[in-house]
């Protein structure tokens, strides 16, 4: 079932992010991953947030993105964007679309 990453960023050191950036997709394509968006002017709709970029990030399963996260190469490069920006990242599942897939209640985790 396709998982989602979200991670919203707060930027420490543009430098360092910058050398993250340039280094991330080479890494994260070895690993099934797709780059839905990422966005340096995210509209806040409700709440408030320090947070200067989002990026929304999809993978096949959960398999994949623990495969990339803890990859030797992904690792490495990670010490640029821990440098960078103070993170938050979230693992979102997908809702499972199959007909007659029962829609998950509040508090529960889809099948």
């Known amino acids: 079932m396709t998982v989602y990453v979200i991670a919203q960023l707060k930027f420490t050191d543009r430098e360092a992010y910058d050398r993250y950036q340039k280094r991330f997709l080479p890494v994260f394509a ?47 490069i990670s010490k640029d964007r821990e440098a960078g920006a103070d993170t938050i990242t979230l693992l979102v599942k997908g809702l499972d679309h199959r007909p007659n897939a029962e829609a998950p209640r509040s508090g529960q985790r889809p099948a």
């Open 30 to 76: 070895k690993y099934q991953g797709t780059l839905l968006a990422a966005d340096e002017t995210p509209t806040t709709l409700e709440g408030t947030t320090d947070r200067e970029k989002v990026v929304l990030m999809s993978f096949p399963d959960e398999a994949a993105v623990t495969a990339w996260s803890q990859s030797p190469e992904y690792r490495e």
